[in-house]
């Protein structure tokens, strides 16, 4: 099980830091993945850490503001988001990967478990 917080109301500019907790499931051992979807719009790749713990990936739209990292010794799985913009309202989900490789990296069907997102809300 997948557990997303963090999510809230912010200011443009400002900065929110997302959590995905995990039980039941060793966080290190799958490759993690945050995605958002906006009202009306498709689910979004935003940011991916593989399985190894060195390789990250960012959508360009947040590449320099959000940074993606994991805590083994908690299991959880942080999104750190800074400068904040109103495109980035959506709900954000974390999900769990056991075969992602970089060509299916960013598509939803190669994630084996999702948390139950959380909302973020950027005002102007």
């Known amino acids: 099980q997948l557990q997303a917080s963090g999510g809230g109301l912010v200011q443009a500019g400002g900065s929110l830091r997302l959590s995905c907790a995990a039980s039941g499931r060793t966080a290190s051992t799958y490759t993690v993945v945050w995605f958002r979807q906006a009202p009306g719009k498709e689910r979004e790749f935003v940011a991916a850490l593989f399985r190894s713990g060195s390789s990250t990936y960012y959508a360009d739209s947040v590449k320099g503001r959000f940074t993606i990292s994991r805590d083994n010794t908690k299991n959880t799985v942080a999104l750190q988001m800074n400068s904040l913009k109103p495109e980035d309202t959506a709900v954000y989900y974390c999900?769990?990967?056991?075969?992602?490789?970089?060509?299916?990296?960013?598509?939803?069907?190669?994630?084996?478990?999702w948390g139950q997102g959380t909302l973020v809300t950027v005002s102007s």
């Open positions: 999900a769990l990967g056991a075969r992602v490789i970089q060509s299916t990296i960013k598509q939803p069907v190669a994630y084996d478990y």
